[in-house]
Protein backbone atom coordinates (compact mmCIF):
# COMPACT_ATOMS: atom_id res chain seq x y z
CA UNK A 1 0.00 0.00 0.00
CA UNK A 2 1.08 3.49 -1.15
CA UNK A 3 1.65 5.38 2.13
CA UNK A 4 -0.15 8.49 0.83
CA UNK A 5 -3.26 6.26 0.47
CA UNK A 6 -3.35 6.85 4.23
CA UNK A 7 -1.78 10.49 4.29
CA UNK A 8 -4.19 12.78 6.41
CA UNK A 9 -6.82 10.25 7.13
CA UNK A 10 -7.59 12.58 10.01
CA UNK A 11 -8.30 15.63 8.28
CA UNK A 12 -11.94 17.36 7.40
CA UNK A 13 -11.12 17.10 3.80
CA UNK A 14 -8.45 15.35 2.24
CA UNK A 15 -6.43 16.78 -0.80
CA UNK A 16 -5.20 13.80 -2.04
CA UNK A 17 -6.60 12.37 -5.31
CA UNK A 18 -9.24 10.31 -5.41
CA UNK A 19 -8.62 6.41 -6.17
CA UNK A 20 -11.00 4.03 -5.40
CA UNK A 21 -11.19 0.11 -5.08
CA UNK A 22 -13.39 -2.21 -3.95
CA UNK A 23 -12.61 -4.78 -1.51
CA UNK A 24 -14.55 -8.22 -0.45
CA UNK A 25 -15.17 -7.83 2.87
CA UNK A 26 -15.61 -11.48 4.69
CA UNK A 27 -16.80 -12.61 8.30
CA UNK A 28 -17.68 -15.88 9.82
CA UNK A 29 -21.30 -14.21 9.61
CA UNK A 30 -21.56 -11.57 6.86
CA UNK A 31 -19.78 -10.89 3.58
CA UNK A 32 -20.05 -6.80 2.30
CA UNK A 33 -18.49 -5.33 -0.88
CA UNK A 34 -17.49 -1.99 -0.10
CA UNK A 35 -15.24 0.99 -1.45
CA UNK A 36 -12.24 2.52 -0.15
CA UNK A 37 -10.24 5.25 -1.15
CA UNK A 38 -7.09 7.31 -1.08
CA UNK A 39 -7.09 9.89 2.43
CA UNK A 40 -9.35 7.74 3.83
CA UNK A 41 -7.35 4.83 6.53
CA UNK A 42 -6.99 1.04 5.69
CA UNK A 43 -7.52 1.76 1.51
CA UNK A 44 -7.63 -1.45 -0.10
CA UNK A 45 -7.88 -3.84 2.86
CA UNK A 46 -9.37 -4.09 6.38
CA UNK A 47 -6.76 -3.16 9.19
CA UNK A 48 -5.65 -6.27 11.39
CA UNK A 49 -7.58 -4.21 14.56
CA UNK A 50 -10.39 -3.61 12.83
CA UNK A 51 -10.57 -7.40 11.80
CA UNK A 52 -9.79 -8.43 15.16
CA UNK A 53 -12.13 -6.53 16.79
CA UNK A 54 -15.08 -7.58 13.78
CA UNK A 55 -13.83 -11.34 14.76
CA UNK A 56 -13.86 -10.79 18.58
CA UNK A 57 -16.96 -12.13 18.98
CA UNK A 58 -17.90 -9.25 21.07
CA UNK A 59 -21.39 -8.41 22.99
CA UNK A 60 -23.48 -5.96 20.86
CA UNK A 61 -27.03 -4.21 21.96
CA UNK A 62 -29.91 -5.52 20.37
CA UNK A 63 -31.75 -1.93 20.66
CA UNK A 64 -31.22 1.91 20.80
CA UNK A 65 -27.76 3.88 19.48
CA UNK A 66 -24.38 2.37 18.71
CA UNK A 67 -21.70 4.34 17.46
CA UNK A 68 -18.80 3.27 15.44
CA UNK A 69 -15.88 6.04 15.91
CA UNK A 70 -13.27 6.98 13.45
CA UNK A 71 -15.71 4.99 10.97
CA UNK A 72 -13.21 5.43 8.12
CA UNK A 73 -14.79 3.87 5.45
CA UNK A 74 -17.27 2.12 7.38
CA UNK A 75 -16.63 -1.80 8.25
CA UNK A 76 -17.23 -1.75 11.81
CA UNK A 77 -20.65 0.32 11.57
CA UNK A 78 -21.74 -2.03 8.55
CA UNK A 79 -20.94 -4.84 10.63
CA UNK A 80 -22.84 -3.33 13.89
CA UNK A 81 -25.80 -2.38 11.77
CA UNK A 82 -26.33 -5.76 9.93
CA UNK A 83 -26.07 -7.56 13.50
CA UNK A 84 -28.32 -5.33 15.41
CA UNK A 85 -30.86 -4.63 12.30
CA UNK A 86 -33.41 -2.97 15.23
CA UNK A 87 -30.62 -0.21 16.11
CA UNK A 88 -29.69 2.60 15.05
CA UNK A 89 -25.75 2.51 14.35
CA UNK A 90 -24.33 5.73 13.98
CA UNK A 91 -20.70 6.11 11.79
CA UNK A 92 -18.61 9.20 12.97
CA UNK A 93 -15.45 10.33 11.21
CA UNK A 94 -14.42 13.97 10.60
CA UNK A 95 -13.22 12.57 7.18
CA UNK A 96 -15.82 13.85 4.99
CA UNK A 97 -14.49 11.50 2.12
CA UNK A 98 -14.56 8.36 4.71
CA UNK A 99 -18.73 9.68 5.26
CA UNK A 100 -19.11 9.69 1.76
CA UNK A 101 -17.79 6.29 1.43
CA UNK A 102 -19.65 4.83 4.51
CA UNK A 103 -23.26 6.17 2.55
CA UNK A 104 -22.14 4.70 -0.73
CA UNK A 105 -21.28 1.19 1.31
CA UNK A 106 -24.29 1.45 3.64
CA UNK A 107 -26.61 2.03 -0.13
CA UNK A 108 -24.22 -0.89 -1.80
CA UNK A 109 -25.04 -3.52 0.99
CA UNK A 110 -28.87 -2.60 1.55
CA UNK A 111 -28.00 -0.94 4.80
CA UNK A 112 -30.47 0.88 6.00
CA UNK A 113 -29.86 1.70 10.02
CA UNK A 114 -27.15 3.35 9.83
CA UNK A 115 -26.37 7.11 10.34
CA UNK A 116 -23.19 9.02 9.06
CA UNK A 117 -22.13 11.97 10.66
CA UNK A 118 -19.66 14.24 11.37
CA UNK A 119 -19.14 14.59 14.87
CA UNK A 120 -20.24 18.12 15.62
CA UNK A 121 -23.98 16.78 13.81
CA UNK A 122 -24.92 13.70 16.72
CA UNK A 123 -27.35 14.86 18.40
CA UNK A 124 -26.27 15.96 22.22
CA UNK A 125 -28.83 13.85 24.14
CA UNK A 126 -27.76 10.29 22.54
CA UNK A 127 -26.94 7.40 24.71
CA UNK A 128 -24.82 4.91 23.51
CA UNK A 129 -25.38 1.11 24.07
CA UNK A 130 -22.31 0.05 22.38
CA UNK A 131 -19.60 1.79 21.01
CA UNK A 132 -17.16 -0.52 19.11
CA UNK A 133 -13.86 1.66 17.74
CA UNK A 134 -10.35 1.69 16.21
CA UNK A 135 -9.53 4.97 17.60
CA UNK A 136 -7.34 7.38 15.43
CA UNK A 137 -4.06 6.97 17.85
CA UNK A 138 -1.89 8.87 15.27
CA UNK A 139 -3.77 12.19 16.16
CA UNK A 140 -1.38 12.59 19.03
CA UNK A 141 -2.09 11.43 22.84
CA UNK A 142 -3.85 14.28 23.94
CA UNK A 143 -6.13 14.61 21.00
CA UNK A 144 -7.43 11.13 21.01
CA UNK A 145 -8.07 10.89 24.63
CA UNK A 146 -9.62 13.71 24.74
CA UNK A 147 -12.04 12.96 21.75
CA UNK A 148 -12.30 9.55 23.97
CA UNK A 149 -13.67 11.07 26.98
CA UNK A 150 -15.80 13.23 25.23
CA UNK A 151 -17.62 10.28 23.61
CA UNK A 152 -16.97 7.41 26.59
CA UNK A 153 -19.72 10.18 28.38
CA UNK A 154 -22.14 9.68 25.99
CA UNK A 155 -22.41 5.85 26.94
CA UNK A 156 -25.40 4.52 28.50
CA UNK A 157 -25.34 3.40 31.94
CA UNK A 158 -25.96 -0.06 30.95
CA UNK A 159 -23.63 0.14 27.49
CA UNK A 160 -19.91 -0.76 27.23
CA UNK A 161 -17.04 0.26 24.76
CA UNK A 162 -14.77 -1.68 23.01
CA UNK A 163 -11.60 -0.36 21.85
CA UNK A 164 -8.72 -1.70 19.86
CA UNK A 165 -5.44 -0.02 20.15
CA UNK A 166 -1.75 -2.04 19.50
CA UNK A 167 0.36 -2.15 22.35
CA UNK A 168 3.00 -0.38 20.54
CA UNK A 169 0.83 2.93 20.21
CA UNK A 170 -0.13 2.85 23.65
CA UNK A 171 -2.82 0.03 24.49
CA UNK A 172 -1.60 -0.37 27.76
CA UNK A 173 -1.04 3.21 29.02
CA UNK A 174 -4.61 4.38 27.44
CA UNK A 175 -5.90 0.93 29.81
CA UNK A 176 -4.09 2.56 32.81
CA UNK A 177 -5.63 6.63 32.00
CA UNK A 178 -9.05 5.12 31.43
CA UNK A 179 -8.75 3.46 35.14
CA UNK A 180 -7.72 6.94 36.10
CA UNK A 181 -10.60 8.63 34.55
CA UNK A 182 -12.95 6.87 36.24
CA UNK A 183 -14.09 3.86 33.71
CA UNK A 184 -13.90 0.25 34.70
CA UNK A 185 -11.80 -1.12 31.61
CA UNK A 186 -11.12 -4.72 31.20
CA UNK A 187 -8.55 -6.11 28.58
CA UNK A 188 -10.91 -9.19 26.80
CA UNK A 189 -8.45 -10.04 24.01
CA UNK A 190 -5.12 -9.85 22.71
CA UNK A 191 -3.53 -11.11 19.64
CA UNK A 192 -0.71 -10.32 17.72
CA UNK A 193 0.30 -7.37 19.74
CA UNK A 194 -3.67 -5.86 19.98
CA UNK A 195 -5.39 -5.54 22.94
CA UNK A 196 -9.50 -4.98 22.97
CA UNK A 197 -10.10 -3.09 26.17
CA UNK A 198 -13.68 -3.57 27.13
CA UNK A 199 -14.38 0.08 28.84
CA UNK A 200 -17.85 0.34 31.45
CA UNK A 201 -19.57 3.93 32.06
CA UNK A 202 -17.64 6.28 34.63
CA UNK A 203 -18.07 5.45 37.65
CA UNK A 204 -16.38 8.57 39.22
Not at 16 to 24: G, L, Q, Y
Not at 40 to 52: E, P, W
Not at 93 to 122: F, H, K, T
Not at 171 to 200: C, M, N, Y
Request: proline content about 7%; overall charge neutral; glycine content about 6%.
Amino acid sequence: MDPVDDAHYFDDDPTVASAPVVIDVVLPDTTFAMETDRGVFSRGHVDSGTNLLLRANLPLATTGHLLDLGAGFGPIALAMARRSPETTVWAVDVNSRARELCVRNARRNGINNMQVAAPGDVPSDIRFTTIWSNPPVRIGKPAMRALLLEWLLRLHEDGTAFLVVHKHLGADSLHRWLQLEGFPTQRTASKTGFRILAVAPRSL
